[in-house]
């Protein structure tokens, strides 16, 4: 009983050091009312695998259902604003900003896809540009699905992100983009 008694306090100490638990294990939404406002940015990536032929009619504009990257782009902007709707403990923010760029990798036959989200706000964006690589990435696997049966949706991650009390994040192999505010 003694093992099982530092079991429990150690697993309560670890609890009450994350932020979205409370006490009890339980989820719950962070309060950030007493946070400042900040400017707060964030950058990142997700990459579709499309295989050749696919790619090819990307890069061509040839897909039967329309312009891809354009869709994706719409699609990646309004996920970004959708994030708090979408991801249960996520904060409402008023964003400043939303870019979504592509770069198609012919040596891969991959679509880069690169979101940025910027506000000033009393929580960061991570969350928003993360949903808006996902949803565009999403977006180009379902205009392409039809002729790209083996497409798969690779490398969803943070890139960079910058503000608030945590400071600013770059991931090693990437270099800082300008802040988009």
């Given at each position: 009983?003694?093992?099982?008694?530092?079991?429990?306090?150690?697993?309560?100490?670890?609890?009450?050091?994350?932020?979205?638990?409370?006490?009890?294990?339980?989820?719950?939404?962070?309060?950030?009312?007493?946070?400042?406002?900040?400017?707060?940015?964030?950058?990142?990536?997700?990459?579709?695998?499309?295989?050749?032929?696919?790619?090819?009619?990307?890069?061509?504009?040839?897909?039967?259902?329309?312009?891809?990257?354009?869709?994706?782009?719409?699609?990646?902007?309004?996920?970004?604003?959708?994030t708090s709707a979408l991801i249960p403990l996520c904060h409402n923010l008023s964003l400043s900003h939303v870019d979504i760029s592509f770069v198609l990798d012919k040596t891969a036959h991959e679509v880069v896809i690169?979101?940025?989200?910027?506000?000033?706000?009393?929580?960061?964006?991570?969350?928003?540009?993360?949903?808006?690589?996902?949803?565009?990435?999403?977006?180009?696997?379902?205009?392409?699905?039809?002729?790209?049966?083996?497409?798969?949706?690779?490398?969803?991650?943070?890139?960079?992100?910058?503000?608030?009390?945590?400071?600013?994040?770059?991931?090693?192999?990437?270099?800082?983009?300008?802040?988009?505010?």
């Open positions: 009983t003694t093992a099982l008694l530092a079991r429990h306090l150690h697993v309560v100490r670890r609890l009450s050091t994350l932020t979205h638990v409370d006490a009890a294990g339980k989820a719950r939404m962070v309060c950030v009312a007493e946070k400042p406002v900040t400017a707060r940015s964030a950058t990142a990536q997700a990459r579709v695998h499309l295989g050749e032929s696919a790619f090819t009619l990307v890069e061509q504009n040839k897909i039967g259902k329309g312009d891809v990257l354009t869709v994706a782009q719409l699609a990646g902007i309004n996920g970004a604003k959708q690169t979101a940025s989200a910027s506000a000033w706000d009393r929580t960061g964006v991570e969350m928003e540009a993360m949903t808006a690589a996902s949803v565009a990435a999403l977006t180009v696997y379902d205009m392409c699905k039809a002729v790209a049966r083996t497409a798969s949706i690779r490398e969803i991650r943070l890139l960079a992100k910058s503000g608030g009390k945590s400071g600013t994040f770059v991931a090693a192999e990437h270099s800082p983009q300008p802040d988009p505010a």
